[in-house]
């Protein structure tokens, strides 16, 4: 990619839609919810896309959490809220809200099989995995607390009632390590096996909500890989890895992040432990799991798995960034609208074969966050026309998200203004993109909309009015179900306003092949789709932030779920 400096960025952001708009002739006739929403011309591709493309740069490394970038991109967004003329809420009247993160740094791991029979316990094999050696097994991520358990073998590691598929039924998974084939075989000969639904992420789920020690991948379908994998592992060690929020450590609260142990092991051991001959024999074992898929049952091995990680701790500093907007109405400005997204991403990393090793995150997070950026210019734009919302609004980009959702996480315990006087959460990530159910159906305009009803009727009668008044993008509800092996509904910063029993809704294009990659960047955004679900996030602010009463959290089932989360 070419090298252009942020000054120069800023410059041709700075030159960006400064223009006059017909909409500062005010009509009084109108109400002010009429006023208001008359506002969304502001948000275009003439705003966002130099913001974005500054923000999304390679000069911003990446954004990662608890690094200098981080800070650039936090300072980014302040100046530019400054501009707009949002008042700073954070710190000693800052914009920024400060927070300390625990690092780990891993040295290395130890790994210790030993092997069952009758009263007698043998060790008999142990390998560590460090920077300039691999072991008999790869961690993918977790397992930075010592680990220890019985391992058992779960097939593909997956239920699917409706198909017959029960591979993690009668048998106790608790403190277990489970051994499973890699690649989820939902597809074989034009036959679905599996529903195609249940992927990796979901069988994660479906094995670590049941208490299970860890995971054992075996890559049985493409053995050779292993290899790649553990030499690729070896650059993590001495790099900073799980961070938590500081306070929770230091008050006994537990740490943020995956604690189990999820890690690939060496197929030749894998053969050992399924009482195989070769690599070979593994190979053909799973395929003939295939054919029998159904008949398949959970088994004990005789044998136990030791973990015990080597590591170091370091303190960083992190922030949120807050901006505020005081509403008009004497007695509802004390309630608030909250507007969130992330603008962390996940730095440098390894390259991809081009050579990129920084990871823009120009889709996720850049586009909510300059999408709220853009959300702010509208309401400041009104402001300057004497057009104020009711209740107040406060904009809030949070860091961390990446890893583990710390920053939201922090901000609902320590709160700039009360979470019971908080009336909404609208949170957004990723919506510059489309994925492919929506490519193949060339549908562009649409948002996956997570929380609302789940939470609260109110709210999602609100969205759809607004939706009608705007962006008018079809409002997907696939993901939004208690019950969907996914559960998007705690997968972003939007579920500790919920946790909170604040009535939240997420707004989401999905997944795309960019995903967590140096090749997520700008020049593949849709500007005017990402307005569009921008333009309906602006109006149902307004009509929230308008409504006689603040929407009401009415779902008992979710209330059910959430109540051990607070």
Partial sequence: MKSVTIGLLIFIVGCAGSGPSSLEQSTASLSDTEQLLGFQTEISEDYLKPHLTAFAHDSMKGRET?????????????????????????????????????????????????????????????????????????????????????????????????????????????????????????????????????DARTRFQMVMRQDAAG??????????????????????????????????????GSSSGFSGGYNVVKPELAAQLLGLKSVKELTDYRQKLVSTITEFQPKQLNYDLTQIPYSSQETLNSRNVLAFLEGSDPELKDEVVVLTSHYDHVGIGEPDSTGDRIYNGADDDGSGTIGLLNIAKAFSRAKDDGIKPKRSILFLNVSGEEKGLLGSRYYSDHPAFPMDKTVANLNTDMIGRIDSTHKSKDVEKYAYIIGAELISSDLDSLIKAANERSGEIELNKRYNDLNDPQQFYRRSDHWHFGRKQVPFAFFFTGVHEDYHRPSDEVHKIRFEKMASILRTMYATTVMIANADNPPAVDNQQFIEITKSDN
Avoid: C
Wanted: no cysteine; charged share 25%.
């Fill in 215 to 252: 995971i054992l991948v075996v890559p049985a379908s493409a053995p050779q890989e292993f290899d790649a994998i553990a030499k690729k592992m070896q650059d993590s060690f001495g790099e900073t890895g799980r961070m938590s929020l500081a306070y929770r450590n230091n008050n006994g």
């Fill in 66 to 198: 608890g690094t200098i970038s981080e800070k650039i991109a936090a300072r980014y967004l302040a100046d530019e809220y400054k501009q707009l003329g949002l008042k700073p809420v954070g710190d000693n009247g800052s914009y920024f809200q400060n927070f300390k993160l625990h690092a780990s740094k891993s040295d290395s791991i130890v790994f210790e099989l030993f092997e069952k029979s009758e009263n007698k316990r043998e060790r008999i094999n142990r390998s560590v995995a460090r920077s300039n050696q691999t072991a008999n097994f790869a961690r993918l991520f977790g397992g930075q607390d010592s680990l220890k358990g019985q391992i058992i073998f779960a097939g593909f590691g997956v239920n699917d009632q409706e198909r017959g598929v029960a591979h993690l039924d009668s048998i106790n998974l608790k403190d277990k390590w489970v051994m499973v084939f890699r690649d989820i075989p939902n597809l074989a000969d034009g036959d679905t096996l599996i529903d195609p639904k249940i």
